[in-house]
């Protein structure tokens, strides 16, 4: 096969992406070899490739690429998540866009519209992560509703009912008025808000305007021509319908005077007890709280203790309710604008304030949660704490970066009971079964199936037919699938001793973001112990976020992330991974610039044209020059040295630091000067043949190079992999091993002298340059004293266009000499030099120095400068002033010699 002059991505991935699926190559089978599994983190059904996708499944095929070379059983598996409120509230769009309302549809019917939605939309991400490179075992996708994770999320369901670990109960929880389901506490994201501090008046009821006295004299009473009132500070003006008490601190000196006494809620005119509590915080406000049982979690406790009276007066949606007895069926937003006018136009405003404070939104759909109380199903998730940490902590679970291990730590120590229903139709049914039993009383069985629950229900009343039970009609939490993954995959809960279960599980790694690292990590981490006894992974690779070169986070509101197929089609996917993990450490944002693709694409130019410099060229059964031997000696030392290197930074999953190394040793040292080096001469304009020696030594590094590149950039190399030697079909570099061995004492040694090599042929190139000499013109060398690297002395002359190599005591007087390490090396130029473009240069570089100087003398006869400006920085001025003159003195002095000639 004959390489295009220039590199084609398009063609080139297309080629090998199905080359690698009609082979099977990403499949896995159990078999003898370690295996080596991975898990995608699944993502939403509704989902397109946005950068963060790009970002973790990179590094995710990188590393089960990297173990297929290993020799391991690689096993990726890929699937997605149903996501329960993004997709109904996708499902309930469409349909209305159609004229259809969700209320209008039986469950049922609901239902046949998601599944619709799901298979024309569900497989988008993964077909797209294809384009990416990603070598997932595609034969064995998933999804958290399909028919063997369902039955698994079922199970454990009944598992942990049946444990006493999951209960149902009212509690006051986060309700999501817009998707119109509970959250869990996790699922809640605070943001701050400028807001604003309403100050309201509560006047004393009129039966206790005869009771007020002055307590203490430090008392805080306000009285105007209506009677006496107290000042309430809140942000939610528009609960005050849901008022059942004013609260003040027992401690509060400022506000004794209203202890015993009963308040009047403003525009409401309902009459409401102030109670006294430690609860309350003296120095918020005025030290007065209102108290809403129904709409705060901290008011629901005072509510509780104190037997106050609860009014929820919000609708599900988020609209008021009938129980307000006004604004009824308007939003609570439109509300609090409302009611801040109305209670002003009533005199009952004090003030208002301008206020920052943080305000709960919902993860999913972005609008301001409501606490509620609510009747749901919870997890008691103490049990699930207690086995989880010591897993974390004591680094059987390894996390990177390390610093997370204290947030996990912070989390299960801190833990709550999590609410796991959420009131939805997209999900996990919640198998529990309603029914009367023989004396009348509601009572609830769970079940794997409504046959199973009949049964149980017929034990507690033996009446009861299959009609007579009614499904509950919450959804779980999509979590609640998903932190089975690591085991539903693999059909553990269903199967438990299965022969895949108890080959690929525990998996080696997973990569994903520390925002899930509650939702998701912890919760694999707590399902692993308790259904398989052991850790769902060995490791847990923490991604940052992206943001763009600004460091803002990428979004579709800012318009700052870029489209990643797009990106994927301008550069390629090689391009694209490589610019992605150029600006990737673990743990830390990433700061994405276009630019580093661009970077990418051109070393997948460099790439390209070296192999295709290299298959150019033509060999003879010639003798191995010396030159040669040396360079392809210390090359196979440096490989071994870089190929360590690595592998310690694989270990340690610094994968973007082991892509620069790999790209600095084929840019730098392969490309830069190994092929310098070897690369045969053009004598009259034809080039002269390489010894065969030579060239197979340069094809198996090469052949290495693209094995210690593949797993990055796996399309490019595997294309040129192809192209070395004559391979059969079915052959792919994703199986080819690279077995390299620890660098010795003398690979070391020779490597570093080639390091100072590398500096005297660099000395010499400098001299060239400073002094104008043409690359073709033949040079001497002077080692003064000694030369040190004289086993060297071919690949120097070669590479430096040297003619000779002299030993001198010490240098000529026409010599430019340089340092190398301690020694010193000289380069007579004589007559060489361009005296001409010498003396432009030393003029113009004379006429800048001038100017340079003029400035800062400028800056230093400011008196105001001198007299005022920090001493350090009138100091550096008058160093870049005495620095200057003594540059100015040496160019003029050049000058002169340079006139001489």
């Given amino acids: 096969m004959e390489l295009a002059s220039k590199y084609d991505p398009k063609e080139v991935e297309s080629k090998w992406y199905e080359y690698w699926l009609d082979n099977k190559l990403f499949s896995s089978k159990p078999d003898g070899r370690e295996p080596y599994t991975v898990v995608i983190p699944p993502p939403n059904v509704t989902g397109v490739l946005h950068m963060g996708h790009m970002l973790n499944n990179t590094i995710q095929d990188i590393l089960v690429r990297r173990a297929r070379m290993e020799g391991k059983n690689a096993c990726w598996v890929p699937g997605t998540d149903h996501a329960s409120i993004a997709t109904e509230a996708k499902v309930v769009n469409k349909l209305a866009q159609e004229g259809i309302k969700k209320t209008d549809l039986s469950r049922e019917e609901f239902l046949e519209h998601a599944w619709d939605w799901t298979r024309e939309h569900g497989g988008i991400i993964l077909k797209q992560l294809r384009k990416l490179g990603c070598s997932c075992d595609w034969g064995r996708t998933g999804f958290t509703m399909d028919e063997t994770r369902s039955k698994s999320v079922i199970k454990v369901f009944v598992d942990l009912y049946n444990k006493g670990y999951i209960y149902r109960g009212v509690r006051m929880v986060n309700w999501d008025p817009q998707a119109q389901t509970a959250l869990s506490d996790e699922e809640v994201i605070y943001k701050d808000e400028h807001s604003k501090l309403y100050y309201l008046k509560y006047y004393v009821a009129s039966e206790d305007q005869d009771k007020i006295e002055r307590k203490d004299e430090g008392n805080v009473m306000h009285k105007d021509e209506k009677g006496y009132y107290a000042v309430v500070a809140t942000t939610r003006p528009e609960t005050i319908m849901g008022d059942s008490a004013m609260c003040i601190n027992p401690e509060d000196v400022k506000n004794t005077w209203l202890k015993g006494l009963h308040v009047i809620v403003p525009l409401v005119n309902r009459t409401i007890p102030v109670i006294e509590d430690s609860y309350v915080d003296i120095q918020f406000g005025t030290g007065c709280l209102k108290v809403t049982p129904a709409h705060d979690i901290n008011d629901h406790a005072l509510g509780l203790k104190h037997g ?116 939805l139709w997209w999900g996990h049914r919640i198998p529990a079964y309603y029914f009367k039993n023989a004396e009348g009383k509601n009572e609830v069985v769970v079940a794997e199936t409504a046959e199973e629950a009949l049964k149980l229900a017929q034990q507690k009343n033996p009446a009861v037919k299959a009609e007579d039970l009614q499904q509950d009609e919450d959804a779980l939490d999509t979590w609640f699938s998903s932190w089975l993954w690591p085991i539903s995959l693999f059909d553990g809960i269903n199967n438990p001793d299965n022969e895949e279960i108890n080959y690929y599980y525990p998996t080696a790694d997973l990569v994903t973001g520390p925002d899930i690292i509650f939702f998701w990590v912890a919760r694999m981490i707590m ?70 693709c661009e970077q990418g694409r051109n070393f997948n130019n460099k790439i390209w044209n070296a192999f295709r410099l290299v298959k150019g060229w033509n060999t003879a059964d010639i003798e191995q020059p010396l ?208 005296v001409e473009a010498e003396l432009e240069k030393a003029q113009k570089e004379l006429e800048h120095l001038e100017g340079f100087l003029m400035s800062v003398r400028k800056k230093l006869s400011n008196e105001n400068f001198v007299a005022h400006a920090p001493e350090a920085v009138v100091a550096r001025e008058r160093k870049k002033e005495s620095d200057s003159l003594e540059k100015i003195a040496a160019l003029k002095d050049t000058i002169a010699e340079l006139k001489k000639k």
Avoid at 348 to 358: A, P, Q
Avoid at 685 to 702: C, M, N, R, V, W
């Fill in 308 to 423: 106050l009276e609860t009014i929820d007066i919000f609708n599900d949606n988020g609209t008021i309710s009938e129980a307000a007895g006004m604004y009824v069926g308007q939003d609570r937003m439109d509300v609090r604008k409302q009611i801040a006018i109305d209670l002003q136009n009533a005199g009952l405003m004090e003030k208002i304030e301008d206020y920052d404070n943080k305000v709960g939104f919902s993860e999913r759909t972005n609008v301001p949660i409501e606490p509620k109380l609510s009747t749901q199903w919870f997890l008691k998730m103490q049990h699930f704490a207690d086995i989880a940490l010591g897993p974390v902590m004591d680094d059987d679970i390894e996390f990177y970066p390390k610093k997370y291990k204290n947030t996990y730590r912070h989390w299960l120590e801190n833990i709550k009971d999590w609410c796991i229903s959420r009131q």
């Fill in 527 to 596: 399902a692993g112990y308790e259904y398989r006894g052991k850790m769902p992974f060995k490791h847990v690779y923490f991604t940052g976020i992206v943001r763009d070169k600004l460091g803002r986070k990428m979004s579709k509101s800012l318009g700052n992330s870029p489209d990643p197929l797009k990106l994927i089609e301008k550069y390629g996917a090689d391009g694209v991974r490589m610019g992605m993990m150029l600006a990737a450490p673990a743990g830390n944002d990433i700061l994405f610039d276009e630019s580093l």
């Fill in 627 to 834: 030159c040669n031997k040396t360079a392809v000696a210390w090359f196979e030392a440096k490989l071994k040295e870089v190929n360590d290197e690595m592998q310690k930074q694989f270990k340690e999953y610094r994968i973007s630091e082991a892509l620069m190394t790999v790209y600095k040793l084929f840019w730098d040292e392969f490309s830069s000067w190994y092929l310098e080096m070897v690369k045969p001469a053009y004598i009259n304009g034809e080039a002269q043949p390489i010894d065969k020696t030579t060239y197979e030594a340069t094809l198996k590094f090469f052949d290495a190079l693209l094995k210690m590149l593949h797993p990055f950039m796996p399309f490019i190399t595997e294309e040129l992999w192809q192209h070395i030697y004559d391979r059969k079909e079915g052959e792919s570099i994703m199986r080819a091993t690279l077995e390299l061995p620890t660098p010795s004492a003398d690979d070391l040694k020779l490597t570093a002298d080639v390091e100072l090599v590398k500096q005297i042929v660099s000395g010499v190139r400098t001299v060239r340059n400073q002094k104008n000499i043409a690359p073709k013109e033949q040079l001497e060398l002077q080692a003064v004293g000694e030369n040190k690297f004289e086993a060297y002395n071919e690949v120097i002359l070669k590479m430096a266009n040297l003619k000779a190599i002299n030993v001198v005591a010490e240098k000529t007087a026409d010599a430019s000499g340089f340092m190398v390490s301690t020694d010193e090396y000289a380069v007579p130029v004589g007559d060489l030099i361009d």
